[in-house]
């Protein structure tokens, strides 16, 4: 059983470019989240979606920042013009049904942006 | 808002007990997880409470008081494999958790 992948593993981005990062979830599983992780502080809720839809993204800033569960393929969380700010691990963990009641998440290994 | 405490820094010794403590402030709550996270790894799933007392698993436990708001993580055994970063998470009436910021535990000969 493959559990959630991550892709990629490091993305290295100069400040105004793109980052895309990519996240399946575990086979099977229709909810993803994605968390951000700065050094020395705690997962960061961003956003919550299921296939096609945004279900919760107040976690997310309101520039820059997208993501899309589309019906096939991966979730990808989108960082136009991406500033040194944005530099941190990006997080994506899938569970089978909504959150809620001992629905526990699994988590990818993260991508680490790092943005000079 | 929700507010979530934890140790930043544990240091044990090898076959030892070690007791990890969260204590949480939050509005709504619905249960508290913990999650282990090795260096440059993904946080994996440990534990849930939802309801007061102690949950055994294994060389873990978890305890969940409500009333105060607390919460502690027990190894037992103590190996070199379980210095890690310990996640207190608390789940409050809505899809998302909200982590602390994590217990490093350094596990020593």
């Known amino acids: 059983n493959a559990g959630v992948m991550q892709n990629p593993r490091h993305l290295v981005r100069r400040r105004g470019q793109e980052a895309r990062l990519r996240c399946s979830p575990v086979?099977?599983?229709?909810?993803v989240y994605w968390y951000r992780q700065l050094p020395e502080e705690g997962l960061k809720f961003m956003v919550y979606?299921?296939?096609?839809?945004?279900?919760?993204e107040s976690g997310m800033p309101k520039e820059r920042f997208s993501a899309e569960f589309p019906k096939e393929g991966p979730s990808i969380l989108r960082i136009q013009q991406v500033v040194r700010g944005d530099s941190a691990a990006y997080f994506c963990?899938?569970?089978?049904?909504?959150?809620?009641?001992?629905?526990?998440?699994?988590f990818g290994s993260g991508t680490q942006l790092s943005v000079l | 808002g929700q507010n979530i405490d934890q140790p930043t820094e544990m240091t044990a010794t090898e076959g030892a007990i070690v007791q990890i403590n969260c204590t949480y402030q939050?509005?709504?709550?619905?249960?508290l997880f913990w999650y282990q996270q090795h260096a440059g790894e993904a946080p994996t799933f440990l534990s849930y409470?939802?309801?007061?007392g102690l949950e055994e698993k294994g060389r873990f436990s978890s305890f969940l008081s409500r009333s105060k708001g607390y919460s502690y993580l027990l190894l037992k055994e103590l190996q070199m494999k379980d210095s890690a970063s310990y996640l207190c998470?608390?789940?409050?009436?809505?899809?998302?958790?909200?982590f602390g910021k994590g217990t490093k535990l350094s596990v020593i000969p």
């Open positions: 963990a899938s569970s089978r049904n909504g959150q809620g009641g001992n629905e526990k998440l699994f």
């Open positions: 086979k099977g599983h229709s909810h």
């Open positions: 979606l299921q296939k096609e839809n945004i279900i919760d």
């Open positions: 939050t509005s709504g709550f619905n249960g």
């Open positions: 409470n939802v309801l007061d």
């Open positions: 998470a608390v789940e409050a009436g809505s899809y998302q958790l909200t």
